[in-house]
């Protein structure tokens, strides 16, 4: 892959943690908290576009929960419904970035630590991306494609009406 930042988005039900790689994507930075409470999703995507744009964002990598087994938790479910919607925003804006997801299993507990141990003040939800970034970049995660996800676990035209 080119040079160029990578996105993390730690996606919940109330708020998107999110994370950014340096231009050569060898560190991970917790970089904040996109709301959602009273959002509508175009809001939600409007900003992360924003933050897409600011920072010459080449690759997007989401969180995905799975159960031990690797089938998606019911948070899991909501969070590719919420990413295939924000895909098709991305293409109608005319923005051909790629998404993937990875295991974002334990980041959370991880990133708690990391941030009891260290007194920070960042959100666990921009610790968590960053936690599930580092590990992406350092290469312990495989990354599997949106579209493979959405295949396998959406309608085929989900999202589109």
């Known amino acids: 892959m080119k040079k160029g930042r990578v996105l993390s988005l730690d996606v919940g039900i ?6 950014l790689s340096d231009i050569n994507q060898f560190l991970a930075t917790p970089k904040g908290v996109i709301y959602r409470q009273s959002k509508r999703n175009i809001d939600v995507f409007n900003e992360i576009k924003d933050i897409i744009n600011s920072y010459n964002v080449r690759k997007i990598i989401v969180g995905l929960p799975t159960h031990k087994d690797g ?11 919420f990413i295939k919607k924000f895909y098709l925003f ?5 923005l051909d970035i790629p998404i ?4 974002e ?13 260290n007194k920070s003040k960042k959100s666990e939800d921009a610790l968590a991306a960053a936690v599930f ?12 494609s949106a579209e493979d996800i959405f295949k396998k676990y959406l309608p085929p035209n989900y999202g589109e009406d």
Do not use: C, M, R
């Open 14 to 19: 109330k708020k998107i943690g999110f994370a």
């Open 71 to 81: 089938n998606l938790t019911k948070t899991g479910e909501k969070i590719v419904k």
């Open 90 to 94: 991305l293409k109608s804006q005319n």
């Open 100 to 103: 993937y997801f990875v295991d």
């Open 105 to 117: 299993n334990y980041t959370t507990q991880k990133a708690l630590e990391i941030k009891k141990q």
């Open 133 to 144: 970034l580092q590990d992406y970049l350092d290469g312990y995660l495989p990354e599997i």
